[in-house]
């Protein structure tokens, strides 16, 4: 280990460190808009500065490497002033909109400059000319907030391996830009959301749907059906000053009804129902194979349709026919629901509280809907849902704990760990090995599929015959299964692919921070929801066999062809 010396205090870090880790190892928290904890960058923010060695003049901590026998100081009018002017320089070209910005509050610069004290910008204000996107359902970048930290940079290309945003122009020309400066709408993005979370400031951000929704709930002529997605119960209070992963399924269903919301339903439930279409779909491709291709890749995450379209279009067909879950309750909500209750679908609205920016754009393609109807009119995130809640001032904490209303609001613990990478493939494989073997007693967990690796696969025996799956979250980890299937040499039957890292958990519309730590936490509340439920394979649920019998028929019918299965076509 090197021996560093921070402010006379020894500390000792691993070959390899930075002495912005030997800082924090001696418990200093030194300022940084661009360091990010599960990213690389590093130097663009100039704000870690300190002392080294006792040398004249000032290093940026994150960017330089620690030896041994180094001596630190963190702190001093040389450094004080050397990161205000850092900041003031920042806040010269940012526009002051603090109070309508949609993260004040916790926006990373709005913290370091009251930390750093910073009253006044005692530097002219050089705003760039910079116009807001709005071209895309999802996502809205405003570039004139932004502070040219590359963290959106990094995960759009790193991690996700997009690039569609990259650094652009020179000196104070200097910005985040697309290709040929086009919108987000015309460029190869999937609207993960991942840049979203990434950004310390409001610069990047969800289209708004709170206003449409309110809208809604006022109409006395509507009634409004909200549905939740699996990750919302476990991420939701921390948009209220929780820990990570504490489960409020029952606070946030109490919530939802003081917010006006007519029925609240489960997208859990249509999660089980998805298990049972899709493993109906796979076993068929298994049996019949040449008729549809393997391997069959999941298709309930939007940002992952998307990144395939853009990049794959060739193996679209590898894709199942299901549409999401979301949007099959939505459907089922104007037809079934509908009729049960007597009721014009023109009246209904549906609104998805979902953990996802792409469910915005998702809702709004040609796919999702039928004569002339969408499938779900409007979908909040989860950072929306808490604004909601906030603005009408009710105390989450001190809520009640509520259930979803029936028929569409019971699930088992499979659909609850759609949630989590590896959940769709380890629910699908509980139900398809149930149905394909008839035993009394088949295996419920299936730990292989578990775990937070960007890509695990497994092995596993049906009926004497070894299926082989893989499980991908993060479009860069997707891509590697998707050159596979190209070249010829895919060995999989069943991939499960998310766009985000750690899967919906860890969507673009979830309270920020939204770290892999964070992650890890609402991952193990995800599996924790699985246990305490009483059935925890999709085909026990009773509401779907109910609905089954009233309404669908069998998995793969007509009718279930009709509302819950789409296209993709190049
Ligand atoms: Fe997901 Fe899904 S699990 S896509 O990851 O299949 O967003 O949470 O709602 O629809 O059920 C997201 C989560 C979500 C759908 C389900």
Known sequence: RIAVTVDGR???????????????????????????????????????????????????????????????????????????????????????????????????????????????????????????????????????????????VEVCMDVQSVAALFPAGRGYQTHIGTFMESGLAQVACALCGQCLLACPTGAIHEVDHTERVWQAIADPERHVVVQTAPAIRVSLAEAFGAAPGEITTGKMVAALRRLGFDEVFDTNFAADLTILEEGHEFIGRLLSPGQSPLPMITSCSPGWIKFIEHFYPQLLGHLSSCKSPHEMLGALVKTYYAEKREMDPARLSVVSVMPCTAKKFEAERPEMG????????????????????????????????????????????????????????????RTVYAVVTGKE???????????????????????????????????????????????????????????????????????????????????????????????????????????????LGEPGSERAHHLLHTHYTP
């Open 10 to 152: 020894p500390v000792s870090v691993p070959p390899g460190s930075t002495v912005l880790d030997a800082v924090r190892q001696a418990g200093v928290d030194v300022p940084t808009l661009c360091s990010h904890p599960d990213l690389l960058i590093r130097g663009s923010c100039r704000l870690c500065v300190v002392s080294v060695d006792g040398k004249p003049g000032l290093v940026a901590s994150c960017e330089t490497p620690v030896h041994d026998g180094m001596t630190v100081r963190t702190f001093g009018a040389d450094i004080q002033e050397a990161r205000r002017v850092s900041l003031e320089l920042l806040l010269a070209r940012h526009p002051m909109e603090c109070p309508i910005c949609e993260r004040s509050g916790h926006c990373e610069l709005q913290a370091v400059a009251q930390r750093l004290g910073v009253r006044a910008a005692r530097f002219t204000p050089m705003l760039l000319p910079a116009v807001a996107d709005r071209t895309s359902p999802s996502i809205v970048r405003e570039p004139a907030r932004c502070i040219l930290c590359r963290r959106c």
């Open 370 to 429: 039928r004569d002339g109807m969408r499938d779900v009119d409007a979908v909040l995130t989860t950072r929306e849902l808490a604004r909601m809640i906030r603005e009408a001032g009710i105390d989450f904490a001190s809520l009640p704990e509520e259930d979803f209303d029936e028929p569409l609001g019971l699930s088992t613990g499979a659909a609850a760990l759609f949630g989590a990478t590896g959940g769709v493939m380890e629910a699908a494989l």
């Open 441 to 551: 007693a088949p295996p419920l967990e299936f730990a292989a599929v578990r775990g937070i690796d960007g890509l695990r696969e497994a092995e596993i025996r049906i009926n004497g015959q070894a299926v082989r799956v893989a499980v991908a979250h993060g479009l860069g980890n997707a891509r590697v299964l998707l050159d596979q299937i190209a070249e010829g040499k895919s060995p999989y039957q069943f991939i499960e692919v998310m766009a985000c890292p750690g899967g919906c958990i860890g969507g673009g519309g979830q309270p920020i921070p939204s770290t892999k730590e964070i992650r890890g936490r609402r991952i193990r509340a995800i599996h924790a929801v699985d246990e305490s439920k009483a059935l925890r394979r999709s085909h026990e649920n009773p509401a779907l066999q109910q609905l089954y019998r009233e309404y």
